[in-house]
């Protein structure tokens, strides 16, 4: 059987007909967890709020770079001020237990970092967070609000096709870390959230952002969100 994916929404053609394949045009880094949401901009910004801070910082569509299809989803940095550029998406929970949160991204330049915050907000507000420190560090945010180094010496290439996943699998019903993974390296990790006493409605946020060098504009793309639940 021949199949030929034709859109990024879930649709294939199979031997004459028209079928959902959502796992095939997805699927996770590490094969693991349930997709139940994914995003790859092929039909722009409109499942996002974009943000930022500093001269020249913007958050675009553009075909220039692209993780998988034709479109991705590019933010410049601000020059000055915070020199951030991010995107935001609000969700309700799909289900208790190990969530997943992976995307896949490039740099045109060297930044100071890229960082992916997950926040569960309820009765208490929950924070997980990693990044790529401009350094060659992966960290994550510990639970007493300072980072921990997972990997140091990581090398990065600055162009548009050099392209990198990290993914995050999170547990907000015993409030911990689970794994974190970057390229071809899987760290498990069993360690308490970073818990706050704010009571907020009940969702959860995620946060894409990048974050450059002063005086400079240097643009990351980002990619082929996946949103898993039933992580093992």
């Given amino acids: 059987m021949t199949i030929n994916i034709v859109s990024v929404s879930g649709q294939a053609y199979v031997s004459g007909n028209y079928v959902n394949v959502a796992s095939i045009v997805a699927d996770t880094y590490d094969r693991k967890g349930v997709i139940v949401w994914h995003d790859g901009f092929e039909h722009g910004l409109n499942k996002w709020d974009p943000g930022g801070s500093g001269l020249g910082n913007s958050v675009d569509i553009t075909s220039v770079a692209a993780w998988l299809k034709d479109s991705c989803c590019m933010l ?119 818990i706050l006493p704010h009571t907020f409605p009940d969702y959860i946020l995620i946060q894409v952002r990048a974050v450059g060098l002063a005086l400079t504009n240097a643009k990351a793309y980002i990619d082929n969100f996946i949103i898993t639940q039933d992580e093992p």
């Fill in 76 to 194: 410049t940095c601000g020059s000055t001020l915070q020199r951030n550029s991010d995107i935001q998406k609000q969700f309700n929970p799909y289900s208790t237990g190990n969530l997943g949160f992976e995307f896949s991204f490039a740099t045109d330049a060297s930044i100071d970092y890229i960082q992916l915050q997950i926040t569960k907000f309820g009765a208490e507000t929950r924070i997980g967070a990693v990044d790529i420190y401009k350094d060659g560090r992966l960290r994550y945010y510990k639970a007493d609000g300072t980072w921990e180094t997972l990997e140091s010496g990581l090398e990065f290439t600055y162009e548009t096709t050099h392209w990198y996943t990290v993914k995050m699998v999170l547990n907000f019903t015993d409030n911990k870390y689970v794994r974190i993974i970057h390229q071809d390296k899987t760290f498990d990790i069993d360690t308490g959230l970073r």
